[in-house]
């Protein structure tokens, strides 16, 4: 008989969720509060994430794989070749292949490029550890560089 009693006055007080919050209904508004705000939250990101890879369709080399800041700075390099900048102003240098040339992207990353009459060709952005064995090798500098095929958009 007591027990009955002290279920439905329960009823009137706040419970114990699973949780551990405290709160009326069926489940905890605290808890479904915030699982609603990380799915907005999470559906923003999703968008950012879209739109930023979407930019990089517009690119005339492959992008992707880079840490942003990396793909930034590249796009601003290969902005500045498109408009005429010489490759010495941006500190480049031809490697032991004559029409390859080689832009510092920051300390760590490099641009490669190709020399096609008077212009000069952006190829690929690799990391100084990969370039390294690159740069070493005329063989495999003109197989990965001048023989790379541009992405067909
Ligand atoms: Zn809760």
Redesign the pocket.
């Known amino acids: 008989m007591g027990g009955e009693v002290m279920i439905r006055r329960s009823r009137k007080y706040r419970k114990r969720?699973a949780?551990?919050?405290r709160g009326y209904g069926r489940y905890?508004h605290?808890?479904a509060d915030r699982a609603a705000r990380r799915r907005a939250a999470w559906r923003v990101r999703q968008t950012q994430r879209r739109v930023w890879q979407e930019t990089f369709s517009d690119d005339p080399i492959e992008l992707r794989h880079l840490p942003p800041a990396i793909a930034e700075k590249t796009r601003q390099i290969v902005s500045a070749l498109e408009q005429g900048t010489g490759h010495w102003q941006l500190a480049g240098k031809r490697l032991s292949v004559r029409e390859v040339i080689s832009i510092p992207v920051t300390y760590r990353y490099r641009l490669l490029c190709r020399e096609e009459g008077d212009r000069v060709v952006p190829v690929k952005v690799m990391s100084h550890e990969d370039y390294n064995p690159l740069a070493n090798s005329s063989k495999r500098l003109r197989h990965s560089v001048l023989r790379y095929n541009r992405r067909v958009k």
Do not use: E
């Open positions: 969720f949780c551990g919050h905890c605290r808890c």
